[in-house]
């Protein structure tokens, strides 16, 4: 008996576990999620099919070009039913740009005015008569600049000195009290001639340049500038010549007096570059009629009559 019990052969059952049926597999999300989309689709061609050839249209120009297609007039998906929202925001960019180019042209209608005070009040003090071809006013891209120029004897500055003529300070008197009623900054330049001081010297035309400026604005300060207008003071020394081909002409030496247009539109690598009246016009035009500023050449920077918004020089 022991032998036979050992002779019979013995029989292992694995039973496997079985996860595949029931709510315990994950097959049937993939079939629902078909199903959805299907249903989705299908709702989506029957509500087109209802609708009127116009919005179909537009349903179509949406997909060629999701970004703003406009069909018919409207970028938005019903006809009549007011803008996209791109639209909106392409109206509410545009609203923006128009109304900084209504202030930008109130506000070179100020400096026009200012000129023209400016002009007007020189021309009653007995010392401009003989000044008046070396004072110079022109709109630029960065503003309305007051250029006082020196001629061939040293005319608003004691010679190589900082120190004010007393004709200097009698135009920079008026210049101030007029620039004093505008809300905006003012920038004041220093340039001098190529001539240089003595190699062993510790005081060059930078100095010389800044020095001079500075003056300018103490002066003006004490006149009627006030003192939160004055946003820069620059000295050039001899690195900007107004007489390019002649470095040592005293022409060169000249201080500039800028009243900044802080709206200004017109984007320009040289910010001296003289504004053309014709250019003002088409910039001014162009703002009217909602599109961008004209984009005109630049003038050159040692015209004198062309542009001038005062010609304080003339009569």
């Not at 620039?179 to 510790?202: M, R």
């Not at 020095?211 to 207008?229: E, K, T, V």
Request: hydrophobic share 35%.
């Amino acid at each position: 008996m022991r032998e036979k019990e050992q002779q019979e052969p013995i029989i292992i059952v694995k039973k496997k576990g079985g996860h595949g049926g029931g709510h315990h597999g994950g097959s049937w999300k993939v079939a629902y999620a078909d199903f959805t989309t299907s249903m989705m689709a299908f709702f989506l061609v029957m509500w087109l099919v209802a609708q009127t050839p116009a919005v179909r249209e537009n349903v179509a120009g949406y997909f060629k070009d999701p970004t703003g297609f406009k069909k018919g007039g409207s970028s938005s998906v019903l006809p009549k039913q007011g803008s996209s929202i791109i639209e909106m925001k392409s109206t509410n960019s545009l609203t923006k740009e128009l109304s900084r180019k209504r202030m930008e042209k109130e506000a070179r209608k100020q400096l026009a005015q200012a000129a023209a005070d400016i002009a007007n009040a020189l021309k009653q003090d007995p010392t401009f008569s003989s000044l008046k071809n070396q004072i110079e006013v022109q709109m630029t891209a960065e503003g309305l600049r007051i250029q006082l120029l020196d001629s061939s004897g040293e005319t608003f500055f004691e010679k190589g000195s900082a120190e004010l003529k007393a004709n200097t300070k009698i135009l920079l008197s008026v210049i101030a009290e007029q620039l004093g009623k505008l809300p905006n900054k003012v920038i004041i330049e220093g340039h001098t001639d190529s001539h240089q001081y003595a190699e062993t010297a510790n005081y060059t035309n930078w100095e010389l340049s800044a020095d001079r400026c500075n003056s300018a604005r103490r002066h003006m300060n004490g006149n009627g500038l006030r003192f939160d207008q004055i946003s820069e003071v620059r000295g050039f020394a001899d690195t900007e010549p107004r007489i390019a081909g002649n470095p040592t002409d005293p022409r060169n030496r000249r201080i500039a007096i800028i009243v900044v247009n802080d709206f200004s539109g017109l984007n320009y690598l040289d910010k001296n570059v003289v504004l053309k009246e014709e250019e003002i016009t088409n910039h001014d035009s162009d703002s009217d009629h909602q599109s961008q500023p004209a984009n005109t050449d630049e003038a050159d920077r040692s015209t004198t009559d062309s542009g001038h918004v005062a010609a304080v020089g003339t009569e």
